[in-house]
Structure formats: structure tokens, C-alpha cells
């Protein structure tokens, strides 16, 4: 990645790579966690964002990562994050970063996903995206970007690959409901998925002692013609997931972890992998490379990830890839930034850059501002220490309600990740009424 000049961060999680750009429900709710880009920030870049940067979480992340607050620049632009054909949205966004770096010029513009809108601002801005050497060479990627972060095209490219995938089908909506009773005939679950979804969206489970199952729950995606994949749903005992990058010089692994989901949906991520799945690591990380040689060899550069799952069984299962910096991506760049603060602070070796880290969420007792949410974690002594280099970390700002907040724990191993995730949960319980 070119770290000299000014770089525009761009928060476009409000984009049609993962989901129909009419989902505007579900895009909201991922657009909410665009503050959790300011832990990319260098002194002198710019941050656009679909939502509002709290200036105390602001102040709150500059202050751990030693950028100076003054030094960086937010731009909250809600109607600048379109990957259809309209050009208004670039023009706004492409005037309002020219307007704030005030004649200096952009090197570059790091989105969370590659699509048209990332391209067509670094062209407005005359920049490349990061890590491409052009725009003109981010846009060849796009075909094979947008391919890999669809269901279908994850399994038909897998399936080449040499993966190991649960038995299932692709089709057109018309055709879910037969192809469910031919699964059902073979597999007691199956799980139906929207081709283009993220976080859990979309998912349905069906049982074979359910009533029979005509196909009027799907979730209104794709329009008639749009692809749906049905598959057996896997016993799970672990969901997992590897993080690689990759470019010209192939892929390169940057760590694995253990997803957190309740029925499907993405819950949180505890990093590295536990001994208990240390197993399929060297699976997983093959299978990363494979994929990470494909991309590359069609154009791709930057953050891809897949996640799989370990059966009751102990096999191992792939289940998508998702080709953009995913919701573990930025948080494992803030703790490897945070624990090499801390490392430097205390002129501890190389070795202690490598923390284990969690994250999650946890639900407070009562709406708090952000000031208040910090505040209990230092009064409970959980808060992130730098000088440690462990503990809680806010990392997304206040949640819109006040009340659900996403936080990482830090620390050296799994069992300090535990305890900082108790202390968190006991500290932040409701309190009890005092019997009289």
C-alpha cells in the first residue's frame, strides 16, 4: 500500500456489492458501523462517511493511535455512496473532498469494497485505489470482485478450486421451492441464501418436518430472475474464517479467527482460531491461497476472506468468500496498531505485537453517550490501557439506540480476552432494585 500523500478513506458499506441497492433497510443498518474507519487514519487524511463521526469517539481513537486530531478530516456525505449509474453522488463526494483538502492533492482513495462508486471517485479526484496503480487498473478488477462476493459464483469458482462444499444448488427464484423439496429429500435442514448477502441477510432454514414449503418467505432480493442457493445445512460446531490479501506478488495470509453467530448472523470474531479448530488451519489457509491466485490472476488486489464451517464431525466446509475489508478487517488493523503503540511504549519484543482479540456486542443497562460508555470502563478498570496493551476498546462509536454497543477486548491470550469479556458483562448488568 502507498502510505505517502493524502488518502481519502471511503466508508462505502452503502454499496450493491454485497446487496441490492433496494435493501435500503439493510444497508442503513451496515452504514451505521462506518465509524470504525477512523482507526485507518493517518495524520492528514480524510474520512467520507454515510453517517456521523461523533466527535468524542473521534477524539477517543485519535487519541490511541497518537493522530492528531486537528490533522485528519471527516466528511459525513449520506448521498455519496452509489454503485449504480448516477453520477450526482460522485460529484458531491468528489467536490466535497476537494473542498476539504484545500488544493492538496489526493494520492489515494482506500474504500471498504471496490466497486464503481471507489473507482469513479479516485477517477474525480485524478488519485489510484488503494492498493491498484491506477484507477484504470482497480476497474479491471471489478467483474471479478463483484463474481466472488456472490453465493453462486463463490461455489462455482470453490468447486474448481478443490474446496469441499455442502451439497446444493443454484437457481432462479421460481425455482427455490422445488429445489428445496429435492434437498429436503436428501438432507433433514437445508439453507436457503440470497446470492448477494452479507451479515446473515436474507437466510432461511427449512426443516423436512416442517409442512411443505411453497416459497412465499423468500426475502424480496434479486427480482424474479434473481440467483438463490439452496444447500444442506451443516451441523456446525465451529464457524471460521481466514483473512488473506493479495496482488501481483499472490495471496498472503494475515490471520484466522472464529465467528460469532446466532441462526446465521454475524455476531463477532475471536482471534487466532482456538486450539479446539487449530486443526483446519492449515485447510483453510490452502484454500485462502487458491482463491487469493485466482483473484489475482484476474486483476484483483487488496482484503479477501473465507468463511467456513467445521461440521459435528470435524470436516471442514466452505461457505463464501467475501472479496472487500469485512467486519473483522478493520478491527484486527486497529489492534495490531494499538499493540504496536504499546510495544514501543514499553520496548517489549516484536513478539508482543501479536495479541489475542475478540469482538462482540454487548447491550448496556440504560442509553449512554459516549463519555458515559468510557467512563465505565475505566471506573470497572477495563478500559484499553496503552501502556498494557490490553483491554476494552469501543471501536465502532455510540450505537443509535445507545444502548448496543460493539466493543474489542484485547489481550495476550484467549483466557484475558475471557476475563476482559466477563468483567464487561458484570460491570455493565443491570442493576438489581435493593429489597426493602
Not at 433496494?22 to 474520512?47: C, K, N, T
Not at 473542498?99 to 462508486?117: E, H, Q
Not at 455442502?166 to 427464484?173: E, K, L, Y
Request: glycine share 10%.
Amino acid at each position: 500500500m502507498d502510505t505517502s500523500g493524502l488518502q481519502v478513506l471511503y466508508a462505502n458499506l452503502v454499496s450493491d456489492l454485497a446487496v441490492d441497492l433496494e435493501q435500503r433497510e439493510v444497508l442503513g443498518a451496515w452504514a451505521e458501523q462506518a465509524p470504525r474507519e477512523v482507526w485507518l487514519l493517518r495524520p492528514g487524511d480524510i474520512l467520507v462517511t454515510p453517517v456521523p463521526v461523533g466527535e468524542a469517539f473521534l477524539e477517543y481513537a485519535c487519541a490511541l493511535t497518537g493522530v492528531p486530531r486537528r490533522s485528519v478530516t471527516v466528511i459525513t456525505l449520506p448521498g455519496g455512496f452509489v454503485s449504480a449509474d448516477g453520477r450526482a453522488p460522485l460529484r458531491a463526494a468528489v467536490d466535497a473532498v476537494r473542498g476539504a483538502s484545500a488544493g492538496r492533492p489526493v494520492a489515494a482513495v482506500l474504500p471498504t469494497a471496490l466497486d464503481t462508486a471507489a473507482v469513479g471517485l479516485a477517477r474525480g479526484l485524478g488519485a489510484t485505489v488503494t492498493p491498484y496503480t491506477s484507477a484504470e487498473a482497480a476497474e479491471a478488477a471489478l467483474d471479478v470482485t463483484r463474481l466472488l462476493n456472490t453465493k453462486a459464483g463463490f461455489r462455482r469458482t470453490a468447486r474448481a478450486l478443490g474446496m469441499r462444499l455442502p451439497d446444493g444448488r443454484v437457481c432462479r427464484r421460481a425455482e427455490v421451492a422445488g429445489v428445496v423439496k429435492e434437498l429436503l429429500g436428501s438432507h433433514e435442514r437445508v439453507v436457503v441464501k440470497p446470492d448477494r448477502s452479507a451479515g446473515g441477510h436474507g437466510l432461511l432454514f427449512l426443516s423436512s418436518a416442517d409442512a411443505p414449503w411453497a416459497g412465499d418467505e423468500l426475502a424480496p432480493v434479486g427480482g424474479t430472475e434473481g440467483l438463490w442457493v439452496v444447500e444442506e445445512e451443516i451441523d456446525v460446531a465451529r464457524s471460521v474464517s481466514v483473512q488473506l490479501e493479495t496482488g501481483p506478488e499472490g495471496p498472503r495470509t494475515l490471520f484466522t479467527g472464529e465467528m460469532r453467530t446466532v441462526e446465521g448472523c454475524f455476531t463477532g470474531y475471536l482471534s487466532p482460531l482456538p486450539a479446539a479448530a487449530a486443526e483446519c488451519a492449515p485447510t483453510l489457509e490452502s484454500w485462502g491461497r487458491a482463491l487469493g491466485g485466482f483473484l489475482a490472476e484476474h486483476g484483483y488486489a487488496g482484503p479477501f476472506s473465507i468463511d467456513a464451517m467445521v461440521s459435528a464431525d470435524g470436516g471442514l466446509h466452505a461457505g463464501e468468500s467475501n472479496v472487500r475489508r469485512t467486519a473483522t478487517t478493520t478491527p484486527q488493523a486497529m489492534v495490531t496498531r494499538l499493540a504496536a503503540r504499546a510495544a514501543v511504549a514499553t520496548g517489549a519484543t516484536s513478539g508482543a505485537v501479536d495479541p489475542t482479540w475478540a469482538t462482540g456486542r454487548l447491550r448496556a443497562p440504560e442509553p449512554y453517550s459516549f463519555e458515559e460508555a468510557v467512563d465505565r470502563l475505566r471506573t470497572g478498570r477495563i478500559a484499553f490501557d496503552p501502556a498494557r496493551g490490553e483491554g476494552i476498546v469501543l471501536y465502532a462509536g455510540t450505537p443509535t439506540d445507545g444502548l448496543t454497543w460493539r466493543y474489542a477486548a484485547i489481550a495476550v491470550d484467549r483466557d484475558g480476552v475471557a476475563r476482559y469479556e466477563e468483567q464487561l458483562r458484570s460491570s455493565w448488568a443491570p442493576e438489581r432494585p435493593t429489597a426493602r
